[in-house]
C-alpha cells in the first residue's frame, strides 16, 4: 500500500515560472491515494491555470480570500484546520519572506499563518533572490520553526544565468512530502533498479512464447523502494498492472530488450540495489516465421535456442548490490543455493510455483532469502508490497 494513502495535502503555488512543475506533484501525490487541495496566489494564476488545477486534484481550487460563496472568508480557515500537511511550491522569495514575518495579506500568506501541520516549502527563483541577505534570514527564521525547506538545485535558471534556484526533482520533492509524516527513508538517495514481468519472445507476427509472471512482485519491489526514499528505475517486460507514479518506467518486450534496458541503465547511472525479479523468457525462437502460420494437420516444430542470461551479463557491469529471484517446482533450497553461485549474486530470493498463495499471479507470496554470507531467512505468505519490504528491510540489515 501506497505510504501517503488516505493523506490530505494541501498544495499552495506562488508565483513562479516553475509552477507548472506542480501538476507532476498533483500527478504524483493522487496515484499514491493522497488527496489534494489547491490553493494560489493572484500571481501564480498568471504562470499556469485554474481549470488545469482543478482537474488534476479533483477538487476545486482556491484562488481568493473572499469567493462568493456562503460562508465566504472562512473557507481558507477551514481548509488549513482540515487537512494533514501543507505544500508550499514553487515557494518564491515573496511567500517565505511573508511567512518568515508573519505577513497575511493575500490568500496563500493567509492559509500559512493559520496552518499549524507540518509544512514543507520547495524554493524555486533567481539565484541571486536565493542568496538574498532577507531570503537567507526567513529561511533560516523558517527551520527555526521547524518548517522545512528544501535546498533548491543549481543549474540553468529561466532566466538564462546558472546557479541555485532551480526547483527540486520529483523523486526529492516526494519524499520531503513523506519527511513531513516521519517516514523512514532509508534508502533516501539510493539508486534502485528493478526488473519485472515476463518476456514475450515471437514465433511469428501473432504468436509468442511467454510465461504467467504478473509483474506483481516486482511492481510492489519498486514501489516500496521508492516510498523508502529510493531513486527507482523499473524495467518491466507486458503486464496488465498500472504504471507506478514517481520512477523511471521502461517497458520491454523481448528478453534482449531487457538485457539491452538493463546495460543501459548500468552505463548511465551507478545503481546501490538492483532487484532482477522480472522472469525473461530462457529460450527464443531461432528463427521467427516473417509471416502468420497457416494451420496445419501435420506437427510443426520449432526450434529454440537459449536466450541471453541477463544476470550473469551484468555481475561485471556493476557494484550494486545484486538480487534474484528463483521460482522453483522441487528441490527449492538446492537449486538456489546453485542458482545463487552460478549467478555470482549477492542475494537470492525462492519462491514455489504451484503452492497456494505463492508464485505467479496472485496478491501473495511466501519467500526465503539467502546471502552469499551464508544467511537464511524464511518470510511467511503476506501481501507482495508487504513481502517486498521484509525483502528490504533484510537486505538493510545484512550490509
Not at 516486482?218 to 521508492?226: K, Q
Not at 526450434?303 to 555481475?315: M, V
Amino acid at each position: 500500500m501506497d505510504v501517503l494513502s488516505g493523506k490530505k495535502i494541501l498544495l499552495c503555488i506562488t508565483g513562479s515560472v516553475a509552477a507548472y512543475k506542480s501538476c507532476d506533484v498533483i500527478r504524483a501525490l493522487r496515484k499514491e491515494g493522497a488527496t489534494v487541495r489547491v490553493a494560489m496566489t493572484s500571481a501564480a494564476e498568471k504562470f499556469i491555470g485554474v481549470a488545469t488545477l482543478a482537474a488534476l486534484s479533483g477538487n476545486d481550487v482556491i484562488t481568493t480570500l473572499f469567493p462568493g460563496t456562503p460562508k465566504a472568508g472562512l473557507e481558507h480557515i477551514e481548509l488549513a484546520i482540515a487537512m494533514d500537511a501543507v505544500l508550499v511550491l514553487p515557494a518564491t522569495a515573496n511567500i517565505l519572506g511573508k511567512a518568515a514575518g508573519g505577513i497575511a495579506d493575500d490568500l496563500v500568506s493567509s492559509l500559512l499563518s493559520v496552518c499549524e501541520q507540518p509544512t514543507l516549502f520547495v524554493p524555486a527563483m533567481n539565484f541571486r533572490m536565493w542568496e538574498n541577505p532577507a531570503t537567507m534570514q526567513a529561511v533560516e527564521t523558517l527551520r527555526q520553526r521547524s518548517k522545512y525547506i528544501l535546498e533548491p538545485e543549481s543549474g540553468s535558471l529561466a532566466s538564462l544565468h546558472e546557479g541555485a534556484g532551480r526547483l527540486p526533482g520529483l523523486p526529492v520533492i516526494m519524499n520531503g512530502i513523506r519527511e513531513l509524516f516521519d517516514l523512514p527513508l532509508p534508502l533516501n538517495g539510493k539508486r534502485i533498479l528493478v526488473t519485472a514481468g515476463p518476456t514475450r519472445e515471437p514465433i511469428d507476427p501473432v504468436r509468442y512464447i511467454s510465461n504467467r509472471s504478473s509483474g506483481k512482485m516486482g511492481f510492489a519491489l519498486a514501489a516500496t523502494a521508492r516510498d523508502m526514499g529510493g531513486v527507482v528505475c523499473l524495467i518491466t517486460g507486458p503486464v496488465g498492472l498500472p504504471d507506478p507514479a514517481e520512477m523511471t518506467l521502461k517497458k520491454v518486450t523481448t528478453a534482449s530488450e531487457m538485457l539491452q534496458a538493463v546495460l543501459q541503465e548500468l552505463a548511465d547511472y551507478p545503481y546501490d540495489f538492483i532487484f532482477m525479479a522480472a522472469a525473461p523468457a530462457d529460450y527464443i525462437v531461432r528463427e521467427p516465421y516473417p509471416k502468420k502460420m497457416k494451420r496445419q494437420t501435420s506437427d510443426l516444430v520449432v526450434t529454440l535456442s537459449p536466450a541471453a542470461d541477463i544476470l550473469k551479463s551484468i555481475g561485471q557491469k556493476t557494484t550494486a548490490t545484486l538480487v534474484a529471484f528463483a521460482l522453483e517446482t522441487e528441490n527449492g533450497e538446492s537449486e538456489a543455493l546453485r542458482k545463487m553461485a552460478d549467478k555470482g549474486v549477492d542475494f537470492i530470493v525462492l519462491n514455489y510455483a504451484g503452492r497456494p498463495g505463492e508464485g505467479f499471479d496472485g496478491p501473495t507470496n511466501q519467500v526465503t532469502i539467502f546471502s552469499k554470507a551464508g544467511g537464511k531467512v524464511f518470510i511467511p505468505k503476506d501481501r507482495k508490497d508487504r513481502i517486498a519490504r521484509k525483502i528490504i528491510d533484510v537486505l538493510l540489515s545484512d550490509r
